[in-house]
T-cell receptor
């Protein structure tokens, strides 16, 4: 069974601070996705990383896929209250004809004005 | 274009009853997956459908079933409901089985009393 360990589980920071969320696994994934989920809503895709070592930027968010495609990180610069939400990483397993996402438990981020 | 549409959004059922949830994927998307989200377990994979065939199933009891129609719309059914089935049920669609971009609906909130 593939597992994705996400840390930290909870994070409360002041507006303007920087933060990093980590997503680690002992398994290799064909791609890794980051989602943000608001209460009562479905996860919204932020980014997909496919190539080992890949770095993608989305405004103040920087996503990195580990060289071995087993881990990823999300860095937010100068966090804003609008960044508050549950951040989920998910690895896509496409081995042996199976296509399913394995999710981490999520990081609940609160950005205090 | 319209996103993934799930109905109903909210429902309350009694233990022992059954429930059917519906999902309309993004137009042109042929792969549909279902996930269960609970506070304790996070998001867990239920099934994956492609071309009206179940391609993969998660570790859930046989009370959980689903199907996909020729227009790619999907339904999932839970029979003999238990209190522990209370959860947010999420449907996701992608263009193909190997699609790295997976989009989620807003989910169906099921409460079993």
């Amino acid at each position: 069974t593939q597992l994705l360990e996400q840390s930290p589980q909870f994070l409360s920071i002041q507006e303007g601070e920087n933060l990093t969320v980590y997503c680690n696994s002992s398994s290799v994934f064909s791609s890794l996705q980051w989602y943000r989920q608001e209460p009562g809503e479905g996860p919204v895709l932020l980014v997909t990383v496919v190539t080992g070592g890949e770095v993608k930027k989305l405004k103040r968010l920087t996503f990195q896929f580990g060289d071995a495609r087993k881990d990823s990180s999300l860095h937010i610069t100068a966090a804003q209250p609008g960044d508050t939400g549950l951040y989920l990483c998910a690895g896509l397993n496409s081995g042996a004809g199976s296509y399913q996402l394995t999710f981490g438990k999520g990081t609940k981020l609160s950005v205090i004005p | 274009k319209a996103g993934v549409t799930q109905t109903p959004r909210y429902l309350i059922k009694t233990r022992g009853q059954q429930v059917t949830l519906s999902c309309s994927p993004i137009s042109g998307h042929r792969s549909v997956s279902w996930y269960q989200q609970t506070p304790g377990q996070g998001l867990q994979f239920l099934f994956e459908y492609f071309s009206e065939t179940q391609r993969n199933k998660g570790n859930f009891p046989g009370r959980f079933s689903g199907r996909q129609f020729s227009n790619s719309r999907s339904e999932m059914n839970v029979s003999t409901l238990e209190l522990g089935d209370s959860a947010l049920y999420l449907c996701a669609s992608s263009l193909s089985r190997a699609g790295n971009t997976i989009y989620f609906g807003e989910g169906s909130w099921l409460t079993v009393v």
